[in-house]
């Protein structure tokens, strides 16, 4: 009893101390000036259990390993307090105060962290645990009995009137728990029975939580030998639509076994919920950072030989290299800025050779931190099931484009697509986000309802031209003019931004390239097939792609003049000629794609060569869908050259300079008012 007392004591210094006493105050103060009377009162109080502990060990432990009771504590303490200060007349009882502790915190010790790869399923205490995750699906918010009020039938008995019997829902409880009609008077043990009207409901979500590496599952075509279980969390009231599809989160909870009609099932009581991004690699390997010395007085260098040594396990160096550039500069962009506005770089690639771009993809989407290849057999988007703890709710589970969040999703060969699929990818592409439909007779609902959900990934898709040239008789265009894209249709290639042509420019000689490379690598696996190269690993580039992520980056005046010169002048021309309207998508695509070649060449202000390269590549990509313009540069503008020693970098430099001095001609002749900001000279 002494132990008892001294404890609720240091719950009533640490209030006082934390301004919990205050707060209770405030929040009591709504419930005291409604006219409603209710049988349960719900106060949050926020515990930071470093601080209980220097005010008293004992209780700081109580909390750590005995939440339970600790609630108790302060349960007890608080309706002391109200009815000390008067601050609720309607509160009689302390059953009627319903107090739930919201921890700040956890230690960074092993004996609170549940490992989702590993969890145990014993039965063990019931305290709080913190676990890291990815959501995967949830459900709909249903309602739940916070508290129910219950009167003895004995008439006689001082329990028929008065909050002497109060349920409320405790952590791991199913509704049959809080609501029966089997309990007995403590007094009399007569039955009771509910009084009604005084039942209080709160909000409950479901959310199936994930360990991380099961999306290492996701990426490629190999199946792996693990197999990963989700852990169900329970979210109530102010938890509710605290966590998205596809997000990463910490959450701290209680795990519980409950008991679902004959089976049991192992849940987690959510306490608190915080986004949560694993710590990546964010150092420069030394390769790197000497490459960048190397490259200091030359503007078009650095991503030049960063690219051209990109993917040598995939294919020889020279080959595919407009394609690999723009693979980095999606890798490079997917991110979300402080505003939770997602930045990222669609991707479409028309090819006669999808086997070797489909490596190329798929060893790119290694180096993502996120990354998800969709499979045929799996869902692209969204799906439903019926909840299977007791709601009878729908169940939305995740996708691949909703599991991709913050990543790419890599859709692969268009060509395996149905019609709808394909619209269906083109609708989400136009609009960034995925609706689901509800219908509400099966899932126990009124009215039908149709959510949406914002998709935040970039996606990689290719395509193949072949069998679109051979019936159309015709192939494509060697200089300049539009692609066939195979099923792709027009509209299609429109929503992904960015359309790259990988073209076979010496013939054989690529062929044979590809297949010496392939034959190398089967007969001496693990040799390096090229020492003339920059000796850069896999994993240089991927610490590179998480530290150009990172990176800041603002635009220049210089490099704002020519993006939105050249949108003002390419929107003028292609109107006039060809009836194209240039969307303001291609705008943001000019700006992401000049941020994005900032950042991979490790500089935090956006210049005008950055500027040079996303216009370069945005004209090949509206040329291959609509056409050549007055602006007229090669097919493969950005590499229009093999970069085999310093001469072919020295005649690079030498071509681009040149578009460069073309481009601004073009934006000074056709971009309205363009003579105010750049000179004839």
């Not at 019936?471 to 249709?489: E, H, K």
Request: glycine share 6%; net charge negative.
């Amino acid at each position: 009893m002494a132990d008892m007392l001294s404890l609720k004591e240091s719950v009533l210094v640490y209030l006082d101390r934390s301004g919990g006493l205050q707060k209770l105050a405030e929040d009591c103060q709504p419930f005291s000036e409604s006219q409603q009377i209710e049988a349960v009162y719900r106060f949050c109080i926020s515990v930071n259990p470093s601080d209980v502990t220097e005010v008293d060990p004992a209780l700081g432990d109580c909390i750590l390993c005995d939440p339970l009771g600790a609630t108790a504590l302060f349960q007890s303490v608080c309706f002391l307090a109200i009815k000390t200060l008067s601050l609720v007349e309607k509160i009689h009882t302390e059953s009627q105060v319903n107090v739930i502790l919201k921890l700040t915190h956890l230690p960074p010790f092993p004996e609170y962290t549940l490992d989702l790869c590993s969890f145990p399923r014993g039965q063990g205490p019931m305290r709080l645990v913190s676990m890291e995750g990815l959501v995967v699906a949830m459900t709909r918010v249903t309602k739940y009995t916070q508290g129910a009020r219950y009167l003895c039938i004995n008439d006689d008995c001082p329990c028929s009137t008065g909050f002497h019997h109060i349920r409320v829902h405790a952590p791991g409880a199913t509704e049959s728990l809080t609501v029966r009609n089997n309990f007995s008077c403590m007094i009399c043990s007569s039955p009771l029975k509910e009084d009604v009207k005084f039942r209080v409901l709160g909000d409950k979500q479901l959310v199936e939580l994930i360990h991380i590496k099961a999306l290492d599952a996701l990426r490629a075509h190999q199946q792996s030998s693990l197999r990963y279980q989700s852990v169900t969390l329970f979210l109530r009231d102010e938890l509710c639509n605290s966590m998205r599809i596809g997000r990463l989160y910490r959450v701290l909870g209680i795990p519980a076994h409950v008991q679902q009609w004959s089976g049991i099932t192992w849940s987690v009581e959510a306490n608190s919920v915080q986004p949560w991004e694993p710590e990546y690699p964010h150092k420069v390997s030394a390769s790197f950072q000497e490459l960048l010395k190397a490259t200091a007085g030359f503007r078009w260098r650095f991503s030049a030989i960063v690219t051209h040594c990109f993917g040598l396990d995939v294919a020889p160096p020279g080959l595919y290299n407009t394609l690999k550039l723009s693979l980095l500069l999606s890798l490079v962009q997917n991110r979300a800025d402080a505003k939770d506005t997602f930045h990222n770089l669609d991707l479409l690639a028309v090819t006669t050779d999808t086997l070797i771009l489909d490596r190329l993809m798929t060893y790119s989407l290694s180096l993502a931190c996120r990354g998800v290849r969709h499979q045929a057999s799996g869902e692209m988007f969204a799906s439903l099931s019926r909840d299977e703890h007791g709601a009878g709710t729908a169940n939305i589970h995740a996708g691949s484009a909703l599991l991709a969040t913050g990543g790419i999703c890599m859709l692969g060969d268009l060509g395996g697509y149905k019609k709808e699929r394909l619209d269906a990818i083109q609708s989400v592409l136009e609009s960034c986000t995925v609706s689901v439909f509800i219908p509400g007779k099966k899932y126990g609902e009124d009215a039908d309802q149709l959510l949406s959900f914002p998709v935040h990934c970039s996606f990689w898709a290719l395509t193949d031209s072949t069998d679109a040239s051979r019936r159309s008789g015709r192939a494509d265009c060697a200089v300049l003019g539009t692609a066939d894209m195979g099923p792709v249709p027009v509209q299609l290639a429109d929503a992904f931004g960015l359309v790259i042509q990988c073209r076979d420019v010496v013939g054989e000689q690529a062929l044979l390239a590809q297949t010496v490379h392939t034959l190398q690598q089967a007969v001496q696996p693990g040799k390096p097939l090229y020492p003339s190269c920059w000796g850069f690993s896999s994993q240089d580039y991927k610490e590179l792609i998480a530290h150009a992520q990172s990176v800041q980056v603002e635009l220049s005046p210089g490099a704002e003049k020519i993006i939105h010169g050249y949108y003002m002048a390419s929107r003028r021309v292609r109107t006039q000629s060809q009836g194209v309207k240039m969307s303001v998508a291609s705008i943001k695509l000019l700006i992401s794609l000049a941020e994005a070649h900032c950042k991979l060449c490790l500089r935090t202000q956006v210049l005008e060569e950055d500027a040079v390269i996303a216009v370069l590549l945005c004209e090949n990509s509206v040329t291959l869908k609509h056409g050549a313009s007055a602006l007229v540069i090669p097919p493969d503008a950005v590499f229009p050259c093999d970069l085999g020693d310093v001469d072919d970098l020295h005649r690079r430099d030498k071509t681009l300079d040149d578009l460069h001095q073309n481009i601004l001609r073009f934006i000074y002749t056709y971009a309205p008012g363009a003579d105010t900001y750049i000179t004839e000279e």
